[in-house]
């Protein structure tokens, strides 16, 4: 019987090591695919865990258009930078990322009980709001495509002008990072490189 986290203890809820690593340790970012197809079931599998994690207000801002065939990746390439042109080629799957500047539309529905005003102040700083928020729901989108069995190879290197008015021309979208998704051909894979250790990340106060 599936049983809602908040039933299950602090223990119960930990996630065993396994998880952990094809989360977090283990998992690579992928610069290279396996031609193995991505079943169109897993891509919502991955939007639909997407969804679940907070945004400010429940806003969600995030859009995704899922470029899976020939004539999408055409479009896509000429906006990509040199060195993601063979990753994007050789993934079955690569998602663009958006921020929908008229999320705000939604809010009514997605937080019913709040006044008015928050909506109002949601709509004058919607360009702030969204970028956050979809930022936030990209680094989640990362984590369910690992989540789901997919390795996913994250990419800032390309012209969000000419993905925008290639994708989004009626200007209300604006695109903030590109993801392959697929099976990582792990030949490919670069070398890990070195975290900053905790004392360098976190502090207490
Ligand atoms: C926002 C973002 C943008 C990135 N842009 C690129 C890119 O344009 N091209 C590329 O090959 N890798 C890109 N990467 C991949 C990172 O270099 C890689 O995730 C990081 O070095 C960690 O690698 P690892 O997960 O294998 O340890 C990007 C990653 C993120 C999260």
């Known amino acids: 019987m599936a049983m809602t986290s908040?039933?299950?203890?602090?223990?119960?809820?930990s996630l065993d090591r396994t998880a952990l690593d094809v989360l977090f340790h283990e998992a690579r970012t992928a610069n290279g695919f396996l031609t193995q197809p991505v079943s169109p079931d897993t891509?919502?599998?991955i939007v639909e865990s997407t969804k679940m994690a907070p945004t400010a207000m429940n806003a969600l801002p995030l859009r995704v258009v899922f470029v899976t065939t020939e004539e999408g990746r055409a479009r896509l390439i000429p906006a990509l930078m040199p060195g993601n042109v063979a990753k994007v080629e050789a993934a079955p799957v690569t998602a663009i990322l958006a921020r929908d500047l008229e999320f705000h539309e939604h809010l009514p529905r997605l937080f019913p009980h709040a006044p008015q005003a928050y909506f109002d102040g949601a709509r004058a700083n919607a360009e702030p709001m969204s970028l956050?928020?979809?930022t936030l729901q990209a680094g989640y989108f990362i984590l369910a495509a690992r989540a789901h069995g997919l390795d996913a190879g994250p990419?800032?290197?390309?012209?969000?002008e000419k993905v925008d008015a290639e994708f989004f021309p009626e200007g209300t979208r604006k695109s903030i990072l590109l993801v392959s998704l697929g099976y990582a051909d792990s030949s490919k894979t670069f070398p890990r490189n070195p975290r900053l250790n905790f004392e360098e990340i976190a502090s207490f106060a």
């Open 6 to 13: 908040s039933l299950l203890t602090p223990d119960e809820r």
């Open 43 to 45: 891509l919502r599998d």
């Open 132 to 134: 956050q928020n979809a």
């Open 155 to 160: 990419m800032g290197g390309f012209d969000a």
